[in-house]
């Protein structure tokens, strides 16, 4: 059974920074596509970052240079640095995982970023 388990949201002021933690079990996130979304209310659920299964690190326009995408291999846990918040940042962000061509999704976790 494939389980992702997000962690590492909350409140905080833009500006400030968070660092979401995503603990993968059942999968391994070295084989395997990996990314971060988000999906703030009235809106559709986009991609923020995410590894292709060749390693490559991809991210959405808006957050390049603020939010950084990292692994540990070790723990099979997926990082997402975000630096610079901004109020358009508040969203519930998923974590992805993706084998065998079907998709595994997190609960999400909760980003506010206040003004």
């Known amino acids: 059974q494939v389980l992702l388990v997000e962690s590492g949201g909350g409140l905080v002021q833009a500006g400030g920074s968070l660092r979401l933690s995503c603990v993968v079990s059942g999968m391994a996130i070295s084989f395997n596509a990996m990314g971060w979304y988000r999906q703030a209310p009235g809106k559709q659920r986009e991609l923020v970052a995410d590894?292709?299964?060749?390693?490559?690190?991809n991210y959405a326009d808006s957050v390049k240079g603020r939010f950084t995408i990292s692994r540990d291999y070790y723990r099979n846990t997926v990082y997402l640095q975000m630096n610079s918040l901004k109020p358009e940042d508040t969203a519930v962000y998923y974590c992805?995982?993706?084998?065998?061509?079907?998709?595994?999704w997190g609960q999400g976790t909760q980003v506010t970023v206040s003004s």
């Open positions: 992805n995982g993706r084998q065998y061509g079907r998709d595994y």
């Open positions: 590894f292709t299964s060749g390693g490559r690190a």
